[in-house]
């Protein structure tokens, strides 16, 4: 028989494929069951607009067997087949080559969740399989035709027979290496749970024959087993349901059945865009912090499906670093597997999809702020550090959208207050934002450098995060106002007349003071009098812009 060789194109391809090291081979699956989707989908929308056509429901389906004496897994489906032609032109083409110019240019990257990228479908069966067998009928047509490939080397085509239309893949499945257990494709629990995390959303059924147990008849206690087929994937996914049909317990449900969080969500968001962009999303504000949430092993971001089909399990770019605690799943018809090949990253319509999302998530925080202030606090205790991480790192206009959504301790209020509130109830007087560092709120009411502000009846923030006040820092003012230590030299409070009296007092003590300070050394700057004290008797301040607590932090940073 003729062997034909694969396009020189799709001959280098297929070197990479089954040559490079994918730490993700089990989406090959994905890529051949959506294949069979995409021939259904074919032939479903052909029987629609064709009355010569009859179809019923039940037959479009995919079917996925398991034969482990021959080492076998196939795909069967129901859809349109392929003719000679087609299967010459579809299967001994590659017809995108900028796929591969991009892997080119990249060798040296690793090769993670490449095909998750800009997958290459059918392709993808030889990471696993050592030939792969197509048998296929066209729609309209009497003959079968069979495909076979071992890789590289090309393929063949001939007569062959089969009884009704559709396409069946054969994958004869690779022997156990050291290190890949191929087998594992060819164990029923793997495949079912490889189909249900890639393409639970496929809209037909996925049926697989699998191994049950029920109570053997007439001997209590004994179980014997018995071979059923089941519809693996749940087909609709909850994303394109309607809202109304929905309550929170099934949202709730679907946040579990994916593993986003161990605890209960605080908060769910359904989006449905429909514009220059269309997509569909669930979001999650969980409602405690991760425990790997600080450690490197946390991966922000979101699920990514292409029309139902899992492209990317944690997209990043989906959203900004401070937002890294938002759990949850995209879906767009406008990312096909196709447009997918490409560098998501640079992909516009992605682009599109995170700045809509970012501004989604944004007014959800808003809202919650104004009118269920209870559960945007348990939201910010969680994950409030990371929104001032926002304004810390964020030089553009996010910084005014999240500086709105800090909460700070008021030690007048005793309560969280936002700035907004903070200046808001400022006597007309006031000229600055007050804030004191400490360690605990306990601490820093102790403080004598609080003592004259309190006094004045002005209310003070207290900072007890480290990033408090690199972050206040960042935004320099708030509404017009200052930010100011209570720890600063100079509080703006003293009246003028205090001052000439201060200036007084201290030429008068003026030997005392050199004494203190010559005691004290380099431990000190300068040794003052001051106006601030009520009750106790000395305190620190700080000079300049640095407080006592950022110089802390920033000799303790490594050099
Ligand atoms: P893509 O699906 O992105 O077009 P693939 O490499 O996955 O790329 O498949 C190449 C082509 O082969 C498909 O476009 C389709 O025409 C054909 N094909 C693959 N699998 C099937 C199938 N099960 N039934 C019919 N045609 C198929
Ligand atoms: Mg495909």
Same mark, same amino acid.
């Given at each position: 028989?003729?062997?034909?060789?694969?396009?020189?194109e799709?001959?280098?391809l297929l070197?990479?494929m089954?040559?490079?090291?994918?730490?993700?081979?089990?989406?090959?699956?994905?890529?051949l069951?959506?294949?069979?989707?995409?021939a259904?989908?074919?032939?479903?929308?052909?029987?629609?607009?064709?009355?010569?056509?009859?179809?019923?429901k039940?037959?479009?389906?995919?079917?996925?067997?398991?034969?482990?004496?021959?080492r076998?897994?196939?795909?069967?489906?129901?859809?349109?087949g392929?003719?000679?032609d087609e299967?010459e032109?579809?299967?001994?083409?590659?017809?995108?080559?900028?796929?591969l110019?991009?892997?080119?240019?990249?060798?040296?990257?690793?090769?993670?969740?490449i095909?998750?990228?800009?997958?290459?479908?059918?392709?993808?069966?030889?990471?696993?399989?050592?030939?792969?067998?197509?048998?296929?009928?066209?729609l309209?047509?009497?003959?079968?035709?069979?495909?076979k490939?071992?890789?590289?080397?090309?393929?063949?085509?001939?007569?062959g027979?089969?009884?009704t239309?559709?396409t069946?893949?054969?994958?004869k499945?690779?022997?156990?290496?050291e290190?890949e257990?191929?087998e594992?494709?060819?164990?029923?629990y793997?495949?079912?749970?490889?189909?249900?995390k890639?393409?639970?959303?496929?809209?037909?059924?996925?049926?697989?024959?699998?191994?049950?147990?029920?109570?053997?008849?007439g001997? @209590?206690?004994?179980? /014997?087993? #018995?071979?059923?087929?089941?519809? &693996?994937? %749940?087909?609709? !996914?909850?994303?394109?349901k309607?809202?109304?049909?929905?309550?929170?317990?099934?949202?709730?449900?679907?946040?579990?059945?994916?593993?986003?969080?161990?605890d209960?969500?605080?908060k769910?968001?359904h989006?449905?865009?429909?514009?220059?962009?269309?997509?569909n999303a669930?979001l999650?504000?969980?409602e405690?912090?991760p425990?790997?949430f600080?450690?490197?092993?946390? @991966?922000?971001?979101? /699920?990514? #499906?292409?029309?139902g089909?899992? &492209?990317? %399990?944690?997209? !990043?770019?989906?959203?900004?670093?401070?937002?890294?605690f938002?759990?949850g799943?995209?879906?767009?018809?406008?990312?096909?597997?196709?447009?997918?090949?490409?560098?998501l990253?640079?992909n516009r319509?992605?682009?599109?999809?995170?700045?809509?999302?970012?501004?989604?998530?944004?007014?959800?925080?808003?809202?919650?702020l104004?009118d269920?202030r209870?559960?945007?606090?348990?939201f910010?205790?969680?994950?409030?550090?990371?929104?001032?991480?926002?304004?810390?790192?964020?030089?553009?206009?996010?910084?005014?959208?999240?500086?709105?959504l800090?909460?700070?301790?008021?030690?007048?209020?005793e309560?969280m207050?936002?700035?907004?509130?903070?200046?808001?109830?400022?006597?007309?007087?006031?000229?600055?934002?007050?804030y004191?560092?400490?360690?605990t709120?306990?601490?820093?009411?102790?403080?004598?450098?609080?003592?004259?502000?309190?006094?004045?009846?002005y209310?003070?923030?207290?900072?007890?995060?480290e990033?408090?006040?690199?972050a206040?820092?960042?935004?320099?003012?708030?509404?017009?106002?200052?930010?100011?230590?209570?720890?600063?030299?100079?509080?703006?409070?003293?009246a003028?007349?205090?001052?000439?009296?201060?200036?007084?007092?201290?030429?008068e003590?003026?030997?005392?003071?050199?004494?203190?300070?010559?005691?004290?050394?380099?431990?000190?700057?300068?040794?003052?009098?001051?106006?601030?004290?009520?009750?106790?008797?000395?305190?620190?301040?700080?000079?300049?812009?640095?407080?006592i607590?950022?110089?802390?932090?920033l000799?303790a940073?490594?050099?």
């Amino acid at each position: 028989m003729q062997k034909t060789e694969f396009k020189a194109e799709s001959k280098r391809l297929l070197e990479m494929m089954i040559h490079s090291i994918y730490s993700n081979r089990e989406i090959f699956l994905r890529e051949l069951i959506s294949n069979a989707s995409d021939a259904i989908d074919k032939i479903y929308y052909k029987a629609l607009t064709d009355s010569n056509l009859t179809f019923a429901k039940e037959d479009y389906y995919i079917k996925v067997e398991i034969d482990k004496d021959t080492r076998t897994l196939s795909i069967v489906d129901t859809g349109i087949g392929m003719t000679r032609d087609e299967l010459e032109n579809n299967l001994g083409v590659i017809a995108q080559s900028g796929s591969l110019s991009f892997k080119r240019e990249n060798e040296a990257k690793d090769g993670h969740d490449i095909i998750g990228q800009f997958g290459v479908g059918f392709y993808s069966a030889f990471m696993v399989a050592e030939e792969v067998t197509v048998i296929t009928r066209a729609l309209g047509s009497d003959s079968a035709y069979v495909w076979k490939s071992a890789g590289v080397d090309g393929y063949t085509i001939e007569s062959g027979q089969k009884a009704t239309v559709g396409t069946e893949i054969l994958l004869k499945i690779k022997e156990n290496t050291e290190d890949e257990n191929y087998e594992d494709y060819l164990d029923e629990y793997r495949v079912r749970s490889i189909i249900k995390k890639y393409s639970d959303f496929i809209r037909y059924p996925i049926k697989m024959e699998v191994t049950r147990q029920r109570p053997k008849e007439g001997s @209590e206690g004994e179980f /014997e087993e #018995y071979r059923e087929e089941q519809t &693996i994937n %749940s087909m609709v !996914p909850i994303w394109r349901k309607n809202k109304n049909e929905l309550t929170d317990e099934d949202y709730e449900a679907f946040y579990m059945e994916k593993h986003y969080g161990f605890d209960k969500p605080l908060k769910h968001m359904h989006i449905s865009v429909d514009g220059a962009v269309s997509y569909n999303a669930i979001l999650y504000l969980p409602e405690t912090t991760p425990f790997d949430f600080y450690t490197k092993e946390y @991966e922000k971001g979101l /699920e990514l #499906y292409s029309n139902g089909v899992l &492209i990317m %399990s944690k997209a !990043p770019d989906l959203l900004p670093d401070y937002y890294r605690f938002v759990k949850g799943m995209v879906d767009s018809e406008d990312l096909s597997l196709n447009i997918s090949r490409e560098i998501l990253q640079q992909n516009r319509q992605l682009q599109l999809i995170a700045k809509n999302i970012k501004s989604k998530i944004t007014s959800q925080l808003q809202n919650m702020l104004k009118d269920e202030r209870d559960k945007y606090e348990v939201f910010y205790k969680s994950f409030g550090t990371q929104l001032k991480y926002g304004v810390y790192s964020d030089y553009g206009s996010n910084k005014d959208t999240l500086q709105d959504l800090l909460l700070f301790y008021s030690l007048k209020e005793e309560k969280m207050i936002t700035l907004d509130e903070y200046v808001s109830s400022m006597p007309e007087d006031q000229k600055y934002i007050y804030y004191a560092t400490g360690e605990t709120y306990e601490r820093i009411e102790k403080l004598p450098q609080t003592e004259l502000v309190v006094d004045k009846g002005y209310d003070i923030l207290c900072f007890i995060e480290e990033i408090d006040e690199f972050a206040i820092k960042m935004l320099m003012n708030y509404k017009e106002k200052e930010f100011k230590s209570v720890a600063s030299g100079d509080l703006g409070i003293e009246a003028d007349e205090d001052k000439e009296q201060t200036e007084q007092e201290a030429q008068e003590n003026k030997a005392l003071f050199d004494e203190m300070k010559k005691i004290l050394g380099d431990k000190v700057k300068a040794v003052r009098i001051s106006k601030r004290l009520k009750n106790h008797p000395v305190c620190l301040t700080a000079d300049g812009d640095l407080t006592i607590e950022m110089e802390k932090v920033l000799n303790a940073m490594p050099n």
